[in-house]
Every structure is written in C-alpha cells, then in structure tokens.
C-alpha cells in the first residue's frame, strides 16, 4: 500500500510521462482506452451536456471526449500545473484549472455529470470530495485493483470481493447503480473497475 503523495511528486511524474511514458501516449495507446470510451458511451447515452473531470491528469481522456463528443462541454480539475499544462496543448478548446479538490468550490462551476478516473485510489479523504458535489449527480469513476506508489487503497484481484469493497466504501454517500471490471491488455491480472454512481 502507498501513500497521498503531494503536487511536486506528480509534477514530477507527469513531466518525465510517468511509467512507459505514458502520459505521454495517444490516449487510443493507453490501457485505460476501453474504460475511457465505456464512459463516454454512458455521456453519450444519457444525453449528458456538460462534464466535470475530476483528477483530469494530463488531457488523455478529455482529447477522447472531445474526437468522439465534439459538441460537449467540459471543465477538468487538477493540482498538477504540469497535467494541466499538458491538457491545455491537447485539447486548448476545454476549460482546465489547476487546484485541489479538497479545498475547491464545486458549486462555481456548471455539471450534469462527474467523471473521474485513476484519482480516488490516491487520496485519502475521497469521499469528502464526492460529498462536495450536488446532490442527484451522476458520478462515473474507475479503480484499480492493483498497488502503486501512491495508491492510499486499491481493490482485490477477485471482481466479487472488489464489488463488495466498494459496496463497502462508497455505499453510504451513494447509490451505486453498476460496476464493471475491465481488463488491462498484455497483463495477466490487472484492470480497473468502472463505478457508476449517484450522490445521495
């Protein structure tokens, strides 16, 4: 089990592109391609206009959003400058900020659905964040189920035990209407789990 690691460390991370640079990649050369484009199916079909990213990272997701929804509207939150920065040259048409989602007004800003993938694994007061949101809003986040330097918790390799610790986890500030388990490519065990959620 890791740690919450501070702002400099994922500058850091994001100007050197991280593991097999790939903050650096196509977002279609990523692992996380088939989570990201299962959750803009989910935007897609429900007819959702206005996202909100929350650990947006460097742009990866947002640049598929915007090849795949080019009509949506879009604001992604980071404490890295470096992401943010990066996010900026991918996509300069959506609206980036750098702060901490900790101590960040939500309520500035327009939603009607939340994103938030490979963030929650990494902060120790995750739930606080989600109850920083309005109430009825559509939360779409992943998990993983695999440790890392900076992971504060990460879910069991057995897809039932893990659905249960999230039951366990978020079950009491949200209605959780499915999870998914997907697959990384080219390894053996790892993945992420897909929450679809509602804030009470």
């Keep these: 089990m890791g740690k919450e690691l501070n702002k400099e460390f994922y500058d850091s991370v994001f ?21 990201w484009s299962k959750i803009i199916d989910i935007i897609s079909d429900g ?6 990213d929350i650990g947006c990272g460097p742009g990866q997701f947002a640049n598929q959003l915007i090849d795949t929804l080019p009509e949506i509207k879009y604001t992604g939150l980071d404490f890295s400058y470096i992401a943010i920065d990066q996010a900026i040259k991918r996509v300069p048409t959506f609206n980036f900020i750098v702060a901490d989602a900790l101590k960040f007004d939500f309520s500035s800003l ?3 659905v939340v994103v938030s993938t490979e963030f929650l694994e990494h902060v120790i007061q995750d739930k606080s964040i989600l109850k920083s949101l309005k109430s009825g809003v559509l939360i779409l986040a992943t998990l993983p189920n695999m440790d890392s330097e900076g992971h504060v918790r990460f879910l069991s390799k057995d897809v039932d035990t893990a659905k249960s610790e999230i039951l366990n986890h978020y079950g009491d500030i949200c209605e959780i209407l499915e999870i998914s388990y997907h697959h990384y490519e080219n390894t053996e065990d790892n993945g992420d789990f897909l929450i679809k959620m509602v804030l009470k």
Excluded at 47 to 52: E, I, R, S, T
């Design 110 to 112: 327009e939603y009607d």
């Design 47 to 52: 007819n959702f206009k206005n996202v909100l």
């Design 15 to 35: 100007e050197y592109g991280g593991s097999e640079e790939m903050y650096f990649k196509d977002y279609k050369e990523t692992s996380w391609f088939p989570v």
